[in-house]
Every structure is written in C-alpha cells, then in structure tokens.
C-alpha cells in the first residue's frame, strides 16, 4: 500500500471507503509504528517530512484487524437513530477505549462524546439530523474493533442504567 498521510479536515465516508482505519499521528514513536505495520522506511520519513511531522494527519493503518498500535485510532462504523436509515459514522478511539462517534449528515461530521453527552447535546443533534430524538442509536463498527452497541437513552457513559449499555470494545 502507499502511504500517504491524509490532512484530518478531509474526513468523509469516503476516507472509509478506501481505507476502514486511521490513527493520528501524535508522537516521534509512530513512525515506528508504521514501519512495523509495513510501510517501508524512507516512505515513512518521506511523508513525515512532506507534513511538517504535524499531528494534523492521518496514517492508514494497514494491519487493522488486530488492536490499533496507535493512541488515536478512527475506525469506520455506521450508526442507525432513531429507527431509522443507517448514516455514515466513525468511531474515535483513544487508548483502546472508545471515545466519541462521528455522524456524517450534511455534509459534516457531528460528534457525540460519550463522557459528556447530555440532553442539550442529544437536541442539537437530532434538531440537525431533522429526528425527534437519537434513541434507540445502534452502532456498528466494520473492522479493528468489534463493536455492535445498542442504545436506548441517556446516560451513554455506561451508567447502570435500564435499557443503557455500557460502551464495550472487543477485539478480535
């Protein structure tokens, strides 16, 4: 595979389809990372170069069925709301443990952070997804990770809650 690393404004659907996972480049230790996940050596400082070594950019991560090396790792999912249509979505993982999911409507990203999601954020969201509520969500994620989750209010921190399931991630 050629590596290029990809500017994080540029994520869409798109991005997913041609690559299901993307880790942020964030510290001097990736670069060995991707040597190790089989991209060749002088590509790899190549194209660190040609980015400043910014942590603006994303690598693909090439060997994505098993645990992601890296800190920040997107993986590609899709998200139903609502009992609705299934939309284009991420899942934005930070150490080994799911952080937030990306929604693609309109042309954008819109994101839900699972530590700080409340019912102001629940309504602005579904005030531009143009649905009455989020509830149920059911997310599902296409490889790396196995996660298959189905929501039926708020809290999504994984409180003890009836009907609320705690988010879980399980490698394969």
């Given at each position: 595979?050629?590596?290029?690393?990809?500017?994080y404004?540029?994520i869409?659907?798109?991005?997913?389809?041609?690559?299901?996972?993307?880790?942020?480049?964030?510290?001097?230790?990736?670069?060995?990372?991707?040597?190790?996940?089989?991209?060749?050596?002088?590509?790899?400082?190549?194209?660190?170069?040609?980015?400043?070594?910014?942590?603006?950019?994303?690598?693909?991560?090439?060997?994505?069925?098993?645990?992601?090396?890296?800190?920040y790792?997107?993986?590609?999912?899709?998200?139903?709301?609502?009992s609705?249509?299934?939309?284009?979505?991420?899942?934005?993982v930070?150490?080994?443990?799911?952080?937030?999911?990306?929604?693609?409507?309109?042309?954008?990203?819109?994101?839900?952070?699972?530590?700080?999601?409340?019912?102001?954020?629940?309504?602005?969201?579904?005030?531009?997804?143009?649905?009455?509520?989020?509830?149920?969500?059911?997310?599902?994620?296409?490889?790396?990770?196995?996660?298959?989750t189905?929501?039926?209010?708020?809290?999504?921190?994984?409180?003890?809650?009836?009907?609320?399931?705690?988010?879980?991630?399980?490698?394969?």
């Amino acid at each position: 595979m050629k590596l290029r690393l990809i500017h994080y404004n540029d994520i869409d659907p798109g991005l997913f389809d041609i690559h299901p996972v993307w880790a942020e480049y964030s510290d001097p230790e990736d670069a060995n990372r991707m040597i190790n996940d089989g991209f060749h050596s002088l590509l790899v400082h190549e194209e660190l170069y040609r980015v400043y070594y910014s942590s603006d950019f994303l690598i693909p991560v090439i060997n994505f069925l098993k645990t992601s090396p890296y800190d920040y790792t997107y993986y590609k999912a899709k998200v139903s709301m609502c009992s609705n249509d299934y939309l284009p979505a991420f899942l934005f993982v930070m150490n080994n443990e799911a952080h937030s999911l990306g929604v693609y409507f309109g042309k954008q990203w819109h994101l839900i952070n699972f530590s700080f999601f409340d019912d102001d954020d629940e309504k602005e969201i579904s005030t531009i997804l143009g649905i009455r509520t989020l509830f149920p969500m059911h997310i599902i994620s296409f490889c790396g990770i196995k996660y298959n989750t189905y929501y039926e209010s708020l809290p999504l921190k994984g409180i003890k809650t009836p009907g609320v399931t705690k988010f879980i991630i399980n490698y394969p």
